[in-house]
């Protein structure tokens, strides 16, 4: 077989096979990472409007599965304001993510560490969980929920219902040059 032959093939192969191993995407506005879609909304607005806005655009307030999402997520939110993420005191209760899941609170990079969840903002009146990122440091509080700040939404990242794309390629093209 004639090298152009093995290039045509191997070039072939090779497109295929990235059309076919597709990560899921995500819509326009939204960062991939991990297996989910990340929204940072910079609309300042109060804790139960952006539970609303999230849910308008197909996902909820952030809740992190775990220490990594949590970390790389937040470092990514807007620098020197603070944003909403999924957590809420609700009734008497103690605070809780609002969703599934959820990281162990013990994981979060709270103002005061190690702390209490009272050292970290939690009172009667402030019952929802903002993260703040300078850019050098980032914290966890709580604060009044009716407080007009930044959120950060999540949803799964989900392949397209449009089919695999097609590539064409004129592989006797290839072989004649």
């Known amino acids: 077989m004639a090298p152009k032959s093995l290039l045509a093939l191997f070039l072939v192969g090779f497109a295929n096979s990235l059309l076919t191993n ?3 995407a995500c819509d326009v506005g939204w960062l991939r990472l991990f297996s989910s879609c990340y929204y940072f909304e910079e609309n300042r607005m109060t804790f139960a409007k952006a539970e609303a806005n999230c849910l308008a655009k ?3 307030l952030f809740v992190p ?3 990594i999402e949590w970390k790389e997520v937040v470092k990514r939110a807007g620098v020197d304001y603070w944003s909403w993420v ?3 005191r609700d009734g008497l209760y103690m605070p809780r993510w609002r969703g599934n899941g959820g990281v162990n609170v013990a ?3 709270w103002l005061v560490n190690p702390g209490s969840l009272a050292a970290n903002g939690w009172t009667s009146a402030t019952q929802c969980l903002a993260h703040y990122n300078s850019g050098f440091s ?3 509080f709580f604060y009044y929920c009716e407080m007009a700040y930044n959120s950060i939404c999540k949803k799964r990242a989900a392949i397209s219902s449009g089919g695999t794309p097609e590539l064409l390629i004129d592989t ?3 072989l004649t040059k």
């Open 22 to 24: 597709q990560e899921p």
């Open 58 to 60: 197909g996902g909820k």
């Open 65 to 67: 599965e775990t220490a």
């Open 86 to 88: 999924g957590m809420k």
């Open 107 to 109: 994981e979060l990079d």
């Open 138 to 140: 980032q914290y966890s």
């Open 172 to 174: 006797d093209d290839l």
